[in-house]
């Protein structure tokens, strides 16, 4: 979740006929641009002189767009997502999705290890990017490792869910444990992937709107720019749009695609009437 904004003119690409934005807010209360949107108009087109053949015969020029998203949404995503543990990833971008962990005794060692192998090889050609952690480390020391890792979902199997037909799931956002039959391992982790992504969703959604603050005095929009982003009317004009930059200290991110208006309220610059709201943020 991300908030959408229509950058305001003095912070629009030069030479565009607007621009639209994506930030996403910090758990610090900034916001990080993590893409943007150029409407370019003819005005480039002119200057390269490229034209294209209307349907009339008319030669026309080109309007063009300049677009892309930052590998800055990778830092938002850890920083968004991530808790005291480590990383806690998305399964759709997770470089390993899921691990699997043998518990090993003794005894049936060389049935557990096969066990887990063949439900490797299940998940994998389902589409599925698994890993074993067949390697020394006790227990406790693996869960610890690819948590810090942030993969999605753990896998544990040991001979009494052998004995079971079961493999235990562990998820990485919740911690929540769950058993799943052996014979629907593939559709009870693709299921697990799915609430895994839900649930990220949701809890980073409404992280965002609690931080979001609809003011209307300067010196409201000064205290919750501390915890958050502010809203606050604007009558559209450039000088109030500066000068309430000035007075608050912080930026006005620019106008939401999706209205926040509550109504007809008054500019605190200027006092004349307005109907639109601006995001105004501390940022990265």
């Not at 690409?13 to 900034?30: E, Q």
């Not at 200057?47 to 892309?68: L, M, N, S, V, W």
Request: net charge negative; aromatic share 6%; proline share 6%.
């Amino acid at each position: 979740p991300v908030l959408r904004s229509r950058r305001p003119d003095w912070d629009k690409f030069p030479g565009a006929d607007y621009t639209d934005a994506i930030d996403a807010v910090m758990p610090d209360g900034k916001t990080l641009q993590i893409g943007t949107a150029h409407h370019l108009g003819d005005n480039f087109a002119k200057t390269f002189d490229i034209k294209y053949e209307a349907p009339d015969g008319e030669q026309r020029y080109a309007h063009q767009t300049c677009y892309g998203i930052s590998e800055r949404c990778i830092a938002a995503t850890i920083s968004i997502h991530g808790d005291d543990k480590g990383l806690v990833l998305p399964p759709e971008i997770a470089p390993v999705q899921a691990v699997i962990i043998p518990i090993i005794f003794k005894k049936g060692a060389a049935e557990v290890l096969a066990a887990c192998k063949d439900v490797q090889e299940r998940l994998k050609k389902a589409g599925m990017r698994v890993e074993i952690d067949a390697s020394d480390l006790r227990p406790g020391a693996k869960y610890y490792k690819w948590e810090m890792k942030g993969v999605p979902l753990r896998l544990e199997i040991g001979p009494r869910d052998l004995e079971n037909n079961v493999a235990v799931s562990v998820r990485r956002d919740t911690g929540e444990k769950e058993q799943i039959p052996l014979p629907e391992i593939e559709a009870g982790v693709l299921s697990k992937f799915e609430a895994i992504h839900e649930s990220l969703y949701e809890k980073a959604k409404t992280g965002l709107e609690n931080r979001i603050f609809d003011c209307t005095e300067i010196e409201e929009v000064k205290e919750k720019i501390q915890k958050g982003v502010a809203t606050i009317p604007w009558c559209g004009k450039r000088e109030c749009g500066l000068a309430m930059e000035d007075l608050i200290g912080a930026g006005i991110l620019g106008i939401p695609l999706t209205p926040r208006g509550k109504g007809k309220e008054k500019c605190p610059s200027c006092g004349e009437e307005t109907e639109t709201r601006v995001y105004v943020a501390r940022t990265y």
